[in-house]
């Protein structure tokens, strides 16, 4: 298997309107990437300029981070074309990584508004690398890919802010990450959720996060007792609440619970959009500390006094 690092540079120019972000929030400009292979040592190198055909104009501060040549863009590719050029580039048998969550998203919305095959018809596993490397030298907190190349005293060879310098260094921060964490903290690209009703969990040390597939409205997340069950991260034991569920459905709820054999258990719950329709969950669960179990304890009576004020 090879690894595809890369780096997608977009365009959203100001004043758009509200319709057209809902079409194509960003029109992608640049394709860069690097190839590694099984044991992470450069194959190939790609990079391909895309002629806008969405957005009529570039965003005044995209052209000056990139450093953009009047005409440049211009002389591009046509984005059909550039991206089947990148994915034959790319192979079979491979894993993308970038640097942050973004990239893949906005490459399958691309190439959804042209009409072009999905990459995938279900959720895509790939590797954050920025994740990964917080994981390794933060404990979770991001990093930026500039200050990780200088934290990690690598030279800087290639202009930072082009997609093919940010794929570049992306693979040089991809080298450095240990195996136990390159193959235990992965990601997964949502753009299609799963369909099957178990959903997706992710596992790692720190916890789980588990997608449902699509439900048509809050309420019918709210209202699948499944969902709304409280599960031990480490042996998966359905949990009595001891902290019923509170919070906003808007925006995060939490509840909590105790394991007989892994002590205290928090929940988070978020209520998202999907990007082809209708909304689904994400649920964090952890083990918690009694300090944290006692924080998440008083938070939940605010949350209720400050509710029956407000129905009074």
């Known amino acids: 298997m090879d690894y595809i690092v890369f780096d997608l540079e977009w365009n959203q120019p100001e004043g758009v309107s509200e319709e057209q972000k809902k079409i194509l929030p960003f029109e992608i400009i640049e394709i860069g990437a690097v190839k590694l292979n099984s044991e992470r040592n450069l194959v190939s190198k790609y990079n391909r300029l895309i002629k806008p055909q969405f957005y009529d104009r570039i965003n005044r501060r995209i052209v000056k981070m990139l450093a ?31 640097w942050g969550n973004q990239d893949l998203m906005e490459l399958q919305r691309n190439m959804a508004y042209y009409g072009m095959e999905a990459l995938s018809d279900r959720p895509l596993k790939y590797i954050d690398v920025q994740k990964q490397y ?43 990450i240990p195996e136990d964490i390159l193959e235990s903290v992965y990601s997964y690209d949502l753009y299609h959720l799963p369909e099957e009703a178990r959903g997706l969990k992710l596992d790692d040390k720190a916890g789980n996060i588990w997608y449902s597939p699509a439900y048509e409205t ?15 991260p480490l042996c998966t034991k359905a949990l009595k609440r001891r902290i019923g569920w509170f919070g906003n459905p808007g ?62």
């Open 68 to 98: 953009l040549k009047p005409g440049e863009l211009d002389r591009g590719m046509n984005f059909e074309d550039a991206a089947g050029d990148f994915l034959r580039w790319c192979g079979k048998d491979v894993r993308f990584c970038t």
């Open 134 to 176: 917080s994981r390794l030298r933060s404990k979770g907190g991001q990093i930026s890919l500039e200050n990780a190349v200088t934290a990690e005293n690598i030279i800087r060879d290639v202009p930072f802010h082009r997609a093919y310098s940010d794929a570049y260094y992306t693979s040089k921060i991809l080298k450095i």
């Open 218 to 232: 809050k309420e019918d997340i709210l209202n699948t007792p499944g969902i709304m069950t409280i599960r031990c």
């Open 251 to 312: 925006k995060v709820m939490h509840a909590a619970a105790v394991c007989p054999e892994h002590g205290h258990v928090g929940v988070g719950l978020k209520i998202k959009n999907g990007e082809q329709g209708g909304v689904y969950a994400e649920i964090h669960s952890s083990v918690i500390t009694k300090e944290e179990f006692a924080s998440l304890k008083e938070k939940h009576r605010k949350s209720t006094a400050a509710a029956g004020r407000s129905e009074s």
